[in-house]
């Protein structure tokens, strides 16, 4: 039996996607936008906010595993980049 995939699957899919880029989109504007490394006077708010963007990402981290879940349901695979000590292996066998 083939998988199909319904409106309702889509819906959870697009609500991950939204959850995602609102997440992103606060990191970006209230983090990377306000912040520069390299100016003394920003190193406060950097460590300030390091435990709070930890928490974004982690939670950026769950809903991308929740979506690749759903996408696997339905037999899609996924590209992934092989590492470098992968390749060190290939090369010496």
Do not use: C
């Not at 995602?20 to 406060?44: V, W």
């Not at 991308?64 to 037999?75: A, I, P, R, T």
């Not at 390749?87 to 010496?92: D, I, Y």
């Amino acid at each position: 039996m083939e998988n199909t995939i319904d409106k309702e699957d889509l819906s959870e899919l697009a609500k991950a996607v939204e959850i995602m880029r609102y997440t992103m989109q606060e990191l970006l504007e209230e983090f990377f936008d306000k912040y520069n490394s390299g100016n003394d006077a920003d190193h406060f708010g950097i460590v300030w906010e390091f435990n709070r963007n930890r928490a974004r990402t982690a939670l950026l981290w769950d809903y991308l595993l929740q979506m690749e879940n759903m996408l696997k349901q339905f037999d899609i695979t996924f590209w992934r980049p092989v590492k470098s000590k992968e390749l060190e292996k290939e090369s010496v066998a």
